[in-house]
């Protein structure tokens, strides 16, 4: 056996685990359906949370742009990337979060895995909480600080782990919504310990950026920590391929870090910019996530959200309760039901696909073992209707056994 033959036998160990990722090539139709591997499904697994994704204004943006800048940036920011179409937008970011300053980047992981490192390293101290996001661990990683781990939201662990660091440069990292459990943070905690640690703040809104808050500002507006209340201690990172419906991420906070960010993120300088064309994409989608529009999609998301806890939730139905799926507390469109074994929920992915309903079935590594779930995505592209006929289609999954 050579080192080449190695990987035939390991594919076949990650398969009889249950582990295999199959991509599917999806056709978007309108709305949440999709033409999945050539047939219509009604789709619970995009992250498209306000569906904008195939708004005519953020089209309209494109096709603008394209005919102004044309296609491709040419290169890092740092040499002629620097479009002026991405100079407005990082501007429109920061006043959107309220905020002093926001850099621009080409993708949410890249950032992650290259600011962490550009703020910490070797005698330094992460703090970091165990459901972050795996780009947020790479940077982690990266950054060869000192890592301390507390347990899901428990902030006395953190408390306690702060107290006993004697580095001097302490760095927090914390998802602001959880991308797998759909909880919040508790943020204002966050902070406090911070300020009394003197400990900076990373904060990652991939999943509330454009839902929590006033007009959608952010995870850290809806707790009244941007304006005249932001810390300077803090840095909030969101991503932009998620209800703003397009791609890419920023990073805002007070001027010095994030000067020192566009000095020193490796991801920022080495990396060919975002074209224009996405930057004006985003602009468009700023507009409308703050227009009354954004808050009519804000609020059916919720109603959504809403009518699904309603029918899956714990003691909503005996035969859902009685399978062991359960439902997560969660407030947001991230609405896990846990079926806990991982070829039992590929089961019931399978069992929905069936019907023409397509939920991702999330897996071992990306969640703990033994909490294998279905990660059920809401959008504002959902009507009532859909809602119903999942959770219809989950009971008698459940029924059936
Ligand atoms: C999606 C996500 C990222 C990565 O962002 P991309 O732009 O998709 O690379 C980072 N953090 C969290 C919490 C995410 O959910």
Redesign the pocket.
């Known amino acids: 056996m050579t080192w080449l033959d190695d990987f035939d036998a390991r594919l076949a160990e990650h398969a009889a685990a249950h582990l295999t990722r199959v991509r599917r090539v999806v056709v978007p139709e309108s709305g949440a359906r999709l033409t999945v591997n050539g047939r219509s499904m009604l789709a619970f697994c995009s992250n498209d949370y306000l569906g904008l994704a195939g708004h005519p204004a953020l089209k309209a943006a494109v096709h603008a742009a394209v005919d102004t800048y044309g296609v491709g940036s040419g290169a890092s920011p740092m040499v002629s990337g620097y479009s002026a179409a991405n100079a407005a937008l990082e501007a429109e970011l920061a006043a959107f979060v309220q905020l002093p300053n926001a850099l621009y980047f080409y993708?949410?992981?890249a950032t992650?895995a290259s600011i962490v490192p550009a703020l910490v390293g070797p005698g330094d101290a992460i703090f970091s909480d165990a459901l972050n996001?795996a780009?947020?661990i790479d940077g982690c990683r990266l950054s060869k600080a000192q890592v301390h781990r507390f347990d899901h939201a428990r902030l006395e662990a953190l408390e306690a782990q702060l107290a006993a660091e004697p580095a001097r440069r302490k760095l927090i990292i914390s998802?602001a919504v959880f991308?797998m459990d759909g909880d919040v943070a508790d943020i204002a905690t966050v902070v406090s310990l911070a300020e009394r640690h003197d400990a900076l703040v990373l904060l990652?809104d991939?999943?509330g950026f454009g839902l929590l808050g006033p007009q959608g500002r952010g995870a850290l507006s809806a707790v009244g920590l941007t304006g005249s209340k932001a810390s300077p201690r803090v840095l909030y990172m969101a991503?932009l391929?998620?209800a703003l419906g397009v791609?890419?991420?920023f990073v805002a906070g007070p001027e010095r870090l994030v000067e020192w960010l566009l000095q020193k993120t490796r991801s920022y300088t080495y990396a060919t910019a975002a074209p224009a064309l996405l930057a004006e994409s985003l602009r468009a989608a700023l507009r409308v996530v703050e227009s009354l529009e954004g808050d009519e999609r804000r609020a059916h998301l919720q109603s959504l959200i809403a009518r699904l806890r309603d029918g899956l939730s714990p003691g909503a139905d005996a035969a859902i309760d009685a399978a062991g799926w359960s439902l997560m507390d969660s407030p947001t469109p991230i609405q896990p039901l846990v079926i806990g074994d991982n070829a039992a929920s590929l089961r019931v992915m399978q069992g929905l696909q069936d019907a023409g309903l397509w939920v991702p079935a999330i897996r071992p590594p990306t969640v703990p073992a033994g909490t294998a779930r279905l990660r059920i995505a809401l959008s504002a592209a959902h009507q009532h209707a859909d809602v119903d006929l999942l959770v219809r289609s989950l009971r008698t999954l459940a029924r059936a056994g």
């Open positions: 993708a949410g992981y992650n996001h780009c947020l998802d991308s990652d991939a999943h991503t391929g998620k791609a890419g991420a």
